[in-house]
C-alpha cells in the first residue's frame, strides 16, 4: 500500500508554504498529499489566535484544496479537519505516511521565534521521516545538491537510503558531510569512504560526493543548507524518546533549507 505524504496547516503563511513544498513532493513520489487542520477539542476555552481564522476552519482546506489543485492538476490531494492538539494529530498521521511536512512555526509562537514547539516534537518522535521548512529560506542561492549529515563511525541507513532516493528522483548530487574533531583528516576520509562505498554501489545513478571536515558538525551542516535544496539527518530512535540531540537542534534552528528528519527504521 503507498502511504501518503502528509502535511499540516493552520493557516499562517509558513504553513501554506509547507504545503505547496509538500505537494510538489508528493507527485514526484507518485502519493497522494493529506493535508490536516488541527482544531482544538474545545476551542471556546482556548484563548489566543485561532488557526484558520482568515478563512475559517473548512474554509481554510477549501481554499488549500482550491489552491494546490490550480497548481499541481494531477496531485490527488484529501483534506481532513481533526479534533486534536496540533503535535498529537500530525504524530498520529506520520503513522501512516511515508513522508510528514510541517512548517518550522505556525500561527503561535512569537516574534524571533524560529522553530515551534510543534515542529520539534514531530522531528523528534515522528515514527516517518519528517521535513521541517525554514520560516526564513535563503535567498536566490543555486540549490544544486541534496545534503546528508552522516557520522562514519555509526553510519544511518534509513537517512543514506533516503537521501540517495531523494538525490536520484530529484536529478541532484548527493553531498555527505561527516563532521569529526577526532582523528587524522586522512583516517576521517577513509572512514567515510567506506561507510559509503556500498551506498554508492547500489546507487550507481546518483552522484555522491563525500566531504570529511573537521568543523563542528552543527556549524557544517548550517553552512551547507545555504546551497541544499534538502538536508538531511539521522534521528537514532534508541536515544532517549523524544531527544534530537544538540546536532539536530542546531540545524533545526539554523538550516536555510527544509531539514529532513530520518528516524532509523
Given at each position: 500500500?503507498?502511504?501518503?505524504?502528509?502535511?499540516?496547516?493552520?493557516?499562517?503563511?509558513?504553513?501554506?508554504?509547507?504545503?505547496?513544498?509538500?505537494?510538489?513532493?508528493?507527485?514526484?513520489?507518485?502519493?497522494?498529499l493529506r493535508v490536516l487542520h488541527?482544531?482544538?477539542?474545545?476551542?471556546?476555552?482556548?484563548?489566543?489566535?485561532?488557526?484558520?481564522?482568515?478563512?475559517?476552519?473548512?474554509?481554510?482546506?477549501?481554499?488549500?484544496?482550491?489552491?494546490?489543485?490550480?497548481?499541481?492538476?494531477?496531485?490527488?490531494?484529501?483534506?481532513?479537519?481533526?479534533?486534536?492538539?496540533?503535535?498529537?494529530?500530525?504524530?498520529?498521521?506520520?503513522?501512516?505516511?511515508?513522508?510528514?511536512?510541517?512548517?518550522?512555526?505556525?500561527?503561535?509562537?512569537?516574534?524571533?521565534?524560529?522553530?515551534?514547539?510543534?515542529?520539534?516534537?514531530?522531528?523528534?518522535?515522528?515514527?516517518?521521516?519528517?521535513?521541517?521548512?525554514?520560516?526564513?529560506?535563503?535567498?536566490?542561492?543555486?540549490?544544486?545538491?541534496?545534503?546528508?549529515?552522516?557520522?562514519?563511525?555509526?553510519?544511518?541507513e534509513a537517512a543514506l537510503e533516503?537521501?540517495?532516493?531523494?538525490?536520484?528522483?530529484?536529478?541532484?548530487?548527493?553531498?555527505?558531510?561527516?563532521?569529526?574533531?577526532?582523528?587524522?583528516?586522512?583516517?576521517?576520509?577513509?572512514?567515510?569512504?567506506?561507510?559509503?562505498?556500498?551506498?554508492?554501489?547500489?546507487?550507481?545513478?546518483?552522484?555522491?560526493?563525500?566531504?570529511?571536515?573537521?568543523?563542528?558538525?552543527?556549524?557544517?551542516?548550517?553552512?551547507?543548507?545555504?546551497?541544499?535544496?534538502?538536508?538531511?539527518?539521522?534521528?537514532r530512535c534508541a536515544l532517549l524518546?523524544?531527544?534530537?540531540?544538540?546536532?539536530?537542534?542546531?540545524?533545526?534552528?539554523?538550516?536555510?533549507?527544509?531539514?529532513?528528519?530520518?528516524?532509523?527504521?
Open positions: 500500500m503507498d502511504l501518503p505524504v502528509a502535511v499540516g496547516v493552520d493557516g499562517s503563511d509558513p504553513s501554506l508554504a509547507a504545503a505547496d513544498w509538500a505537494a510538489r513532493e508528493a507527485l514526484s513520489l507518485g502519493r497522494e488541527a482544531l482544538p477539542l474545545m476551542p471556546d476555552l482556548l484563548p489566543g489566535p485561532s488557526v484558520g481564522r482568515r478563512t475559517g476552519p473548512g474554509g481554510l482546506l477549501h481554499e488549500v484544496r482550491h489552491v494546490l489543485a490550480v497548481r499541481y492538476p494531477g496531485l490527488e490531494t484529501r483534506a481532513e479537519e481533526v479534533h486534536d492538539v496540533a503535535p498529537a494529530a500530525l504524530l498520529a498521521a506520520g503513522e501512516d505516511a511515508e513522508l510528514l511536512v510541517v512548517a518550522a512555526r505556525g500561527a503561535g509562537g512569537f516574534p524571533g521565534l524560529r522553530v515551534g514547539s510543534t515542529a520539534l516534537h514531530l522531528a523528534a518522535r515522528a515514527g516517518c521521516p519528517t521535513v521541517v521548512l525554514p520560516v526564513d529560506p535563503a535567498g536566490p542561492e543555486p540549490r544544486e545538491q541534496i545534503v546528508l549529515g552522516l557520522d562514519a563511525r555509526r553510519p544511518a533516503f537521501a540517495f532516493a531523494a538525490a536520484h528522483r530529484h536529478g541532484l548530487p548527493l553531498r555527505i558531510v561527516h563532521a569529526s574533531a577526532t582523528g587524522a583528516p586522512a583516517d576521517e576520509e577513509e572512514l567515510l569512504a567506506r561507510a559509503l562505498a556500498p551506498w554508492r554501489a547500489a546507487h550507481p545513478e546518483v552522484e555522491a560526493v563525500a566531504d570529511s571536515t573537521d568543523t563542528g558538525a552543527g556549524l557544517a551542516l548550517v553552512e551547507a543548507s545555504a546551497k541544499a535544496r534538502l538536508l538531511v539527518l539521522g534521528r524518546v523524544g531527544a534530537l540531540g544538540p546536532i539536530g537542534h542546531a540545524v533545526l534552528h539554523h538550516a536555510l533549507c527544509p531539514v529532513a528528519v530520518v528516524p532509523d527504521s
